[in-house]
């Protein structure tokens, strides 16, 4: 079988920690698991920009979208560049230059103590938000009039095509309907952003017919939308949205689950087998405790989850995910989300247990290490394909958080 590529980006501030331990980790897999896959380590991100002005050079570009099957991505933001050149290359070159319409974000809390909500547990929190993410205000259209003066006009227009808005609506009802699901929400502004959004509204209405009466299509204001998931998560299990409302709701849903530095993130061509997809834990760069080993590993570690899963590897994602369950659990973890351990420690934590859990498969009594709520896949559900598309199952908890600057993300 011919190994999958998978190219390695670590950016700027924690990135490059918390990918060090993805790859650790992707490493460890390839090793007890003889996945097939090829580690490919790039040098992109602010020191690079810095030392040579590169950014996203086009030969790279191409080389990923022919070679390779996923990218692991750290984090991008750096104070030294403050116009994040850089970022918006590397970002935007693949969510938009490879066309992964889908930012799939899983929000699952992994424990009880990590819900911030009063007389909430982490059963009530496990849901995905399906954000479009090539379109919207992100696409970078508009422009500034009589800078610096008091007549200064600034416009950023927010763009909506009926094929993006259609395809990502399409996306979270097939999830929905491969996951057994019965209602898939959708939030915007169609009272407030009457053109746009009435488009967003009337196509929802007409793709929700489409899966009636097993699946239904229920519209909820973005204003209600974050304050229905403070009163009660738990009726959410399937959200889809545009770039813009993606971005700031799917922040929410990570605090609910316990903080960004739990959070994971793929960003896919939902119907396309063999297009490369990217993968990205949520936090930001956080330059402010970069080098100082105290980031939280978990959001990166949770990330090579879904990365093996869209690769075919479901078993290996619910391991990592009951192996970070466990760490959190027995406070094996950084004190974001309780613990006392650096970045490393809690990784390795994770790592061991990972071996433990398959030499207990090994000797036919692991099953019981993996986590209650992680129940086997079905074979229909193993993949993501044109027909069934799905990203892996949701997970996560809490935080890394990034002070300015950070680039979209």
Same mark, same amino acid.
């Given at each position: 079988m011919k190994a999958a590529k998978i190219a390695l980006i670590g950016g700027d501030g924690i990135g490059p920690e918390v990918v060090r331990e993805g790859k650790l980790l992707l490493e460890l897999l390839r090793e007890e698991r003889n996945l097939p896959i090829e580690l490919w380590e790039l040098d992109l991100g602010a020191e690079r920009y810095l030392r040579d002005g590169t950014t996203f050079p086009p030969e790279v570009r191409v080389a990923i979208q022919r070679e390779c099957a996923a990218v692991l991505l750290g984090a991008l933001g750096d104070p030294r560049v403050p116009g994040m050149e850089h970022a918006r290359d590397i970002i935007f070159g693949m969510r938009q230059g490879y066309d992964l319409f889908a930012n799939v974000r899983?929000? !699952? /809390? +992994?424990?009880? !103590? +990590? =819900?911030? +909500? $009063? %007389? !909430? /547990?982490?059963?009530? =929190?496990?849901? @995905? @938000? *399906?954000? #479009?993410?090539? #379109?919207?205000?992100? @696409? %970078?259209? %508009? %422009?500034? *009039? $009589?800078?610096g003066t008091p007549d200064e006009v600034a416009i950023n227009e927010d763009v909506n095509t009926r094929k993006g808005v259609e395809r990502i609506i399409r996306a979270a009802f097939e999830y929905a309907r491969a996951h057994g699901h019965d209602t898939v929400h959708m939030a915007d502004k169609s009272n407030a952003m009457r053109h746009a959004h009435e488009l967003w509204l009337r196509v929802f209405d007409q793709v929700s017919r489409e899966y009636a009466p097993g699946i239904k299509g229920k519209h909820v204001y973005v204003d209600a939308l974050c304050l229905y998931l403070i009163q009660d998560p738990s009726q959410f299990r399937v959200i889809v949205t545009n770039n813009l409302f993606g971005d700031i709701v799917t922040d929410l849903g990570a605090a609910l689950q316990g903080g960004l530095g739990m959070a994971a993130s793929a960003n896919v061509h939902g119907s396309e087998r063999g297009r490369v997809a990217m993968f990205e834990p949520v936090h930001g760069s956080a330059p402010d405790i970069a080098g100082k080993g105290v980031a939280n590993p978990f959001a990166c570690l949770l990330t090579v989850g879904l990365l093996l899963a869209h690769l075919g590897y479901p078993e290996e994602e619910r391991i990592i995910e009951a192996a970070v369950a466990r760490a959190i659990d027995g406070q094996q973890c950084t004190r974001d989300v309780g613990g006392a351990l650096g970045t490393q420690a809690a990784a390795a934590w994770v790592r061991e247990e990972i071996r433990r859990t398959f030499r207990a498969l090994r000797l036919g009594h692991g099953r019981e290490r993996l986590a209650p709520r992680c129940a086997p896949l079905s074979d229909s559900e193993r993949c993501w394909s044109p027909r069934r598309w799905r990203p892996p199952r949701p997970r996560r908890p809490r935080k890394n958080r990034s002070p300015s600057p950070s680039p979209p993300r």
């Open positions: 899983p929000c !699952r /809390a +992994l424990s009880d !103590r +990590l =819900v911030p +909500l $009063k %007389g !909430r /547990a982490a059963r009530d =929190v496990d849901f @995905v @938000v *399906f954000r #479009e993410n090539t #379109e919207g205000i992100y @696409v %970078g259209m %508009g %422009g500034q *009039f $009589k800078r």
